[in-house]
């Protein structure tokens, strides 16, 4: 009996030691990897399709997938980063970048940029240091992003408007009031994330709005986006907050979806969001929607626009597997035939050579977002990106919606909602 | 060996021994998450960093928070108004069942059955779709004319009562328990009315609700702690708390300043004033339960 037990003892430490040995990052032998990223059904797809082609070049390496949308993402991942589950490839943000590497929850990706695992060679310095949080490099880009208005083109079109590039406020409200008499079609400014044109407005100013210090400039400096606001309201063609709430997702947006055609007020002719929400929008739009680019509408252009990338992908410090993630990483940057499949849903990919070879593959809304990116990045279109979010900054841009709302249901002025606003984000930052 | 049989057949030991899972569980998966929360109420956490302790800061804070106070009113709207609409409609529904016909197994079932889906996510989304502008009760109501471009979630006074209306629909357990409550009020009672002359409504005054009471007051403890504990239909069908904050109810607001705004230090601190609440509306029926609920014999 103390033998066999002996035998079946030794046999179980032989055992754990052996998965010891398979956990050790072992980059030509197996390695199971799980990729976690914030999605839409389009997207959900095209990373499908990659992790495949990716399998099919390293077979013994495994990606399992998890995906979520937005709103449930961050909250997730914080739990999974207690839980000491995180997955090993994280899709990460600009907002969020920053926390991540400061709570020590990602890997510097130095080493494998410096062996050529992780292959960066075609990825221009400016875009490389888009990663770079204090001496380390945390994250890569997986395509770049500029802020920007789309509008209906083809309705527009049918009712004599132009846009151009580099539209004034003033124009804007014209534009606005003009399609709402021409088809009752209305703006939308303010629903979905009023931060992006409360942003625009302040960099006009040069203002950055939210940073460790506290709120930007002055509480005077905050009443332009409420005002325009206001305006459009008592106008009447500003769409109604009331006819925004319960609508989900890209499908629902008013730019693309009104329900009933017979009720255009249910609809906007615009909408403010980052370039390579495109994709997804157009995907989403009703027959004979054909979607527009163009700039944020601002007295100061060149100080207003801005791009960045939209979004990383980093490898976190739980991962048994650095180096395959880190060659994951690769294949999506360099390889033809993988973004000859994503093209531009996550913005336009960095890699030069590929976003050169894959431009004959770009549909219509690629060929857009490319060329208004390549428009903004040009000298003297645009002004760097703000300096990431502080922490917390959720709370300010929630109550930031949350005013808009209010303003627009007319329970504060304009005045009101500016000062109550700069109180209110200064109270949770300072 | 014959000892330990011994010690374990003891009363006392055995019932512990079998109640032994519940209270593993219990321990595990309530008491100690308890003691964490009560930790993390008294640091600043935000789910990524080591807490630091900052003392009372988390409680102070709430004083200031404009936003808690519109979940608080949110959240009293809410449990005021929909508990006791939920009991009525139970005890009415209740009342109608009671009535012995080949059907009522049918029925009885029947109108329990969203009491099952109530609470869950596919429901939620239904309701959603349904009050949303171009949602069933829109076109229900430009089939007979009427104006069809309502948006119920939109509108501040009608959002919080598509939530109300969804958890007085859910009336179903309280109904159980109330019709096993009638069945139990003796036969003899309503005869000796009915031989003294005494009217359907005075019947139901003077022998069923005084009779009732004990149920009521368990019903309306029970449905007072869910109601303000609402969760997932305000999650699902408004999201954010819109319009205006006016169905953030006060579990929706904790979520999102745990999960949204990284501050679940702040958030364990919510939970624990709402335990406090409860306790005191708790406490407070318990004192009033001496003035209103029939705790004698029939005879």
Known sequence: ?430 | MKAIKQFIFKDNVAAVICALPFIIGFIVFLVVPMLISLYYSFTDFTLLNNPSFVGLRNYTRMLDDARLWRSFKATFYFAFTSVPLRLIFALAVAMLLLKASRMVGIYRAMYYLPSLLGGSVAVSILWRRMFFVDGTINSLLGLVGLNRNFNWLGNTSTAIWTLILLAVWQFGSSMLIFLASLKQIPETLYEAASIDGSSKSRTFFRITLPLLTPTIFFNLVMQMINGFLTFTPAFIITRTGAPADTTLVYTLYMYRMNFEFSSAGYAAAMAWVMLAIIAFFTFILFITKRFWVYEGGYS
């Not at chain 1, 002719?269 to 009703?286: D, I, P, R």
């Open chain 1, 1 to 430: 009996m103390r033998k066999l037990t002996a035998i079946f003892l030794t046999l179980i430490l032989a055992l754990s030691m052996a998965s010891f040995a398979a956990c050790g990052s072992d980059y030509d032998g197996e390695a199971d990897l799980m990729l976690g990223w914030w999605g839409n059904p389009v997207r959900n797809e095209r990373t499908t399709a990659v992790v495949d082609l990716f399998h099919a070049d390293f077979p013994n390496i495994y990606i399992e997938e998890w995906t979520v949308g937005w709103g449930d993402y961050w909250g997730a991942l914080a739990t999974m980063a207690i839980g000491g589950d995180m997955p090993d490839i994280i899709q990460q943000d600009w907002a969020y970048l920053e926390e991540y590497v400061a709570n020590g929850h990602l890997l510097d990706l130095r080493p494998f940029i410096e062996s050529n695992v992780l292959d960066l060679r075609n990825v221009p310095e400016s875009v490389l240091e888009l990663g770079r949080i204090g001496e380390g490099i945390y994250a890569v880009s997986i395509g770049m992003n500029a802020i920007c208005m789309l509008y209906d083109k083809n309705l527009l079109d049918s009712l004599g408007i132009t846009v151009s590039h580099n539209m004034s406020i003033q124009d804007f409200i014209d534009i606005s009031r003009d399609v709402y008499e021409g088809s009752g079609i209305r703006t939308n400014m303010a629903f979905g994330d009023a931060s992006n044109f409360m942003e625009i407005l302040l960099r006009q100013k040069g203002i950055i709005m939210l940073s460790p210090e506290g709120m930007g400039g002055e509480p005077a400096d905050y009443q332009q986006f409420f005002d325009i606001l206001v305006q459009g309201i008592e106008e009447g063609w500003h769409i109604r907050y009331e006819d925004m709430v319960g609508r989900e997702g890209n499908e629902q947006n008013p730019v693309v979806w009104g329900g009933d055609p017979m009720q255009p007020h249910l609809r906007a002719w615009n909408t403010f969001v980052f370039s390579n929400m495109l994709t997804g929008l157009q995907n989403a739009a009703e027959e004979g929607v054909t979607l527009g680019m163009t700039t944020m509408p601002s007295d100061n252009p060149a100080a207003s626009n801005y791009f960045r990338a939209s979004m990383y992908f980093a490898i976190t410090s739980q991962t048994q597997n650095a180096e395959a993630a880190a060659a994951f990483i690769s294949f999506w940057t360099n390889s033809f035939a993988a973004n000859q499949i994503l093209l531009t849903e996550r913005g336009v990919p960095i890699s030069t050579v590929v976003a050169d070879a894959i431009y004959e593959y770009f549909t219509e809304s690629d060929r857009t977002a490319s060329e208004f990116l390549e428009f903004v990045t040009s000298p003297g279109n645009s002004t760097p990106v703000n300096p990431a979010r502080p922490p917390r900054s959720g709370d300010i841009v929630a109550h930031l919606n949350y005013l808009a709302e209010s303003v627009a249901l007319g329970n504060y002025t304009a005045e009101e909602a500016a000062q109550n606003f700069y109180d209110f984000g200064n109270g949770v930052l300072r």
